[in-house]
């Protein structure tokens, strides 16, 4: 039985899923191609109880699809993301011009906006790890496939950006695809709590460009951090 | 009366029926229907088809199951496949649905005869789809951040039927929307993938009559890309000449994709690329410096790339790019020869110095100039003379002798090491043997066999033969270890090459040996132009010229001659190539005969124009075998002719030329009968020589006896005058004619008493000519007389005495009779006349007069070549005759009143008026 619930805030789903997104703009993915995260957010509502909600892998979606490579190409897709982050926060600012470009620290700082807590270290357990960023990249696929929606709508020319935030939202929805593969398959668990950010549907172009820019810069903190811990657990053996 | 209702109502049913199959809206009600309606049916597979009868019908048109009939089309489906499942109900049943055709109608037959449709359906007749097989997929990278996925599958059999085929694709819990083909059915194209994720992939084909499923094929995208090239190539030169530094940017992120490469690189104008070991290019990187180049040159570089683990697709090649590697001292020393002009002066030498400007790569930057260094190994203490020049050759004039020259290429950054030439006084060393040649691989092998003694290098010449330019050296130098190679320049096929080898040894060199050769021969230009030297009745000789080089195209080994007559076979000879001349034998004499030569090489012949001549219609020589013997035949019949005239001259003279009796020389009056009759033929014949008596007529008589001429004798006598009486007839009255008379003819045969008295008044004397017989001078001597007068009796008597001596020896008699006074006298009368015709011919005949006088001489006075070609002969027989008988003209001249002494003979009489007067 799969539990899916949001804090504060939800994403929008595909077809199927849609209802599982309170936060979540409907608009988002049809217009940035990302197909609405199956989002099976499986909640472990308490992660260390979890195991007793364990299920046998055989109820697994896809399972003919969870193959030991996907172990490494989760590794491989957070690589991607740590390396192409920094790139993608720089041109953000860059095409949000003034003053995000010289008051970047003061107008960035995203301790003004929700990012679900990454909490994990080397040491951590990979089950534990694994949830986390089931937590972290399910948030910031919806994020980025707002702030993409907010970018085509103020910088509509700005082509290399949006192809970058596109690249970066599939990115992290494959990401997930294959998080939900290991937790399901190693781990058993396809239940987990996800949030979701704010929406900034309805705010202006300023304060979406700031969600944005606030998000992006926590997102490069972020996933350097996750490509450090998943290093070690996700090395091939 | 019902029943008639019955059937007309039934008719009106059915043609109702009728008209609602063919009215729309279903206004009309069918009588029944066919159920399934329409299908799609499996070839191959059963089929069963039921027509249902409406109940209406039944009730009302008394059309029952049993009377359905089922076609195909306008055929008559076999009714073994009917089965009446009830009296509303037909079924027909096919065992392979091939044999169906559309439509497939139900009709009744009404009242057993009317055939009407009832309902009729469409059968559409396929295939399922098969399974697709074979699904591959490739991601093309078209920009950084696109990666297209297209995937090819084999859509299997034609299925008859519309087959749809759809590209389906999942994550492990997602799936995607299908994606459809467009125009094809064996690929489709996703726009975009997501790498790191296992994608499964597969194809579904669907129809009416099912689906099927390829197998599915899972991947992760990053697997199956073909990246974009890296693009942006530089190339820098290095510190180093043979280093170039390569520089390119890659398009796919390092973080999706860690790379490896494929550096490929050429001397540009050459067409074989270089390849960087691919482990030194193995790992992911942006740059790479190409080593182990040659110093100053442009080479061109290319790079593509693919996934470092090999897994996926290389990509394109990018485009190319070159670079120069910087200047380095040459490597080597060029290549030397020379060519010795001795021709000038006997003391002294033309030398040609010439060498090859070094290649590229060995040059290793641009050459400024030569230093040549020529010095004189005869005489050590002279210092070398130098030379720098900016050509390749140098032309020096120096004394015979032995010499060492060298020359060193300098360019920006240094000299090269010198090559050194030796120039022997002269070529003592032993030469290269079997020299041959070999075309292959589109270039001119020459080979040969290597002296014995160590051989420093070897210097291969060559030079096209050709007619229309000099033969221009080219050369090239070989190491001395080899016994072949290739030549190094532009031949050209179809041109002789002239190769001349020379071994160069360490203190001298070898003389060269030659050979010619073609890289690739063709068949000749042209063929030989042939014409006829000379021609004969049955050969003729052909010359032609030699094809000149340029002509040639090859190696001529063969000359045919074809020749035929107009209507005849054409015959060929094949003729050894160094021959100019040939004679054709055999042929037809008078004879119009076609010529034509072809030379051939190893690759065919060609033939010359057409040459024509005509043979002779005699052979030499023929004309002459031909008429010297028909000369020869000729003057041996006139000569036997003559021979034979000669001995018959009595009986020619007797048929042709008779002689006519001389009444002058009648001796009747003198006639006496002490005369002896004792001379034989000699002394007659010494007496009268024939030819002294061609002027007269001679009556031969013959004397039984040696009697006096007696009455007896005058009997013969009066048959001669009927001989003469005869001969009037052949008397033509033209002087001379008489003289072909014979005597017999002259003499009547008329009886005795008339023959007196007519030959006494009829005989005519024509007139005699001496010499002149046909074209000679007629000379009369005496003429007969057309007059009728009688002679005179001493004439007469005379006459008669004459006439009748019949036998020789009475006629020998006669002239004996005449001669026995003198016999020198006795002739000359004759003389006498002779002289009087021919005043001119005295000396001939005087020869003549001796020729009588000797008696030796038997020719005829008429033929006068005899005469001439015998006078000198004559002369001589006269010079050396017997006694007595010689007498010299001056003797004969000396006694001209001989004849007036002669009182008792008559001259030639001339006819006058009132008779005969002697002269």
Known sequence: MLSITGEGGGIGGGTDHRRLGAHRDARLFPRTGVVPFVALLLLQRRPVAGRALLVTGAGCPGHGLCRSNVQEQTRRQVALLNATAQDLFSLYLKCQGEPFSSETDRLCNPSGVFFPAFRVNRTSERKEVMVAMYKLFAFLNASLGNITRDQEELNPTAKELLDRLHNTTKTTRGLISNLTCLLCKNYNVFQVDVSYGESSKGKSAFKKKQQGCQVLRKYVQVIAQAARVLLPHLSPP | ?????????????????????????????????????????????????????????????????????????????????????????????????????????????????????????????????????????????????????????????????????????????????????????????????????????????????????????????????KPLSPHNLSVNSGILPTVLKLSWENRISIAVMKLKFNIRYRIIGDTNWMQVPPEDTASPRTSFSVQGLRPYTEYVFSIRCMKEDGVGYWSDWSEEKTGVTTEDKPSKGPAIWRIIDASRSPASWTVHLMWKALEPFEASGVILYYEVTVRAKSSLSSPPEKYNVNTTNLTLKLPNGTYEVTVIAHNRVGASPPSVLLIPASNTKAPVKNVRTLPKDGKLWVGWTAPNSYILKYVIEWCLVSNSSDCTIEWQNEPGNIQGTYLKGDIKPFKCYL???????????????????????????????????????????????????????????????????????ETAVTVDPSKTEYTLSSLTSDTLYTVRMMAYTDEGGRSGPDFTFTTQKFGKGEIEAIVVPVCLAFLLIVLLGVLFCFNKRDLIKKHIWPIVPDPSKSNIAQWSPQVPAKHNFSSKDQMYPEGSFTDVSVVEIEADDKKSFSEQDLKPFDLLKKEKSTSEGHSSGIGGSSCMSSPRQSVSDSDEGETTQNTSSTVQYSTVVLNGYRDQTPVQVFSRSESTQPLLDSEERSEDHAGGSDSTTQRQQYFKQNGGQDETNTDRPCFERTKQITPANEGDLVGFAQLQISGQSSQLLGLGLEKNTQEAALLGVLQTSTEGQTVRPETVEGNPLSVDEMPKSYLPQTERQGGYMPQ
């Open chain 2, 499 to 569: 190769i001349t080898v020379y071994p160069l040894y360490a203190d001298g060199q070898g003389s060269g040996q030659s050979v010619k050769a073609y890289l690739q021969q063709d068949r000749p230009s042209k063929g030989p132009t042939v014409q006829t030297k000379k021609v004969g009745k049955a050969e003729a000789v052909l010359t032609w010229n030699h094809l000149t080089v340029d002509e040639q195209n090859g190696f001529i080994r063969s000359y045919t001659i074809f020749y035929k007559t107009i209507d005849g076979n």
């Open chain 2, 1 to 225: 009366m019902f029943s008639g209702w019955n059937w007309v109502a039934h008719c009106l049913y059915l043609l109702l029926n009728i008209c609602s199959l063919e009215v729309s809206g279903g206004l009309v009600q069918s009588c029944g229907h066919i159920i399934p309606e329409s299908p799609v049916l499996a070839l191959g597979s059963n089929f069963t088809a039921l027509c249902i009868l409406n109940e209406s019908c039944l009730d009302f048109g008394n059309i029952y199951a049993n009377q359905i009939i089922w076609k195909i089309k306008n055929k008559v489906v076999p009714k073994e496949q009917y089965r009446e499942i009830n009296r509303t109900v037909s079924s027909v049943t096919f065992n392979d649905t091939s044999s169906l055709a559309t439509p497939l109608t139900c009709n009744i037959l009404a009242d057993g005869q009317i055939e009407q449709n009832i309902y009729g359906i469409t059968v559409t007749i396929g295939l399922p789809p098969e399974k697709p097989k074979n699904l591959s997929c490739i991601v093309h990278q078209v920009s950084k951040l696109t990666y297209p996925m297209t995937c090819t599958w084999n859509p299997g059999r034609h299925t008859f039927l519309d087959t749809h085929f759809r590209l389906k694709y999942r994550w492990p819990q997602e799936n995607f929307p299908d994606c459809i083909p467009k125009d094809v059915n064996n690929s489709c194209t996703i726009a975009d993938v997501q790498f790191f994720v296992n994608l499964e992939v597969w194809v579904e084909a669907a129809n009416a009559l099912g689906k099927a499923e390829s197998d599915p094929l899972v991947i992760d995208p990053i697997e199956i890309v």
